[in-house]
């Protein structure tokens, strides 16, 4: 069962390694990535490519991964929240928001994979 929503469509994303799609609802677009049968460097890859996406905005980015993104969050500033959910199939699901109001911004282009 895909953590993807169906009536999501599938967009390209400039560097991605995996497919993104995008589900527009109530003005708001939400963005979702599957990392989870993938190695590094791609969960890292593929989280800086969607969360140039959604910098600046009110959407939302999703990732399915097989863990949490440990070494991803210790390099995010306090621009970029997050929270983890685990789910039924033992995978982590991760949703990401900007805060367009933050102190300390994330160099999104620095961010070793």
């Known amino acids: 069962m895909s953590l993807i929503p169906n009536e999501a ?3 390209e994303v400039v560097g991605a390694t995996v497919d993104f799609f995008k589900l527009e609802k ?9 990392t989870s049968k993938c190695g590094p460097p791609d969960p890292m890859v593929n989280a800086v490519c ?4 959604i ?6 980015l999703v990732m399915i991964n097989h863990k949490a993104p440990g070494g991803l969050f210790a390099k995010l ?9 685990d789910t039924s199939e ?11 109001s933050a102190e300390a911004p994330t160099d999104l282009e620095n961010i070793k994979h």
């Open 77 to 85: 500033g306090d621009d970029v929240s997050y929270e983890t959910e």
């Open 26 to 34: 109530d003005g708001e677009s939400t963005y979702y990535f599957d």
């Open 90 to 100: 033992g995978l982590v699901k991760i949703i990401f928001s900007s805060n367009a």
């Open 50 to 53: 969607g969360l140039k996406l």
């Open 55 to 60: 910098k600046g905005t009110d959407d939302k």
């Open 9 to 11: 469509t599938k967009i």
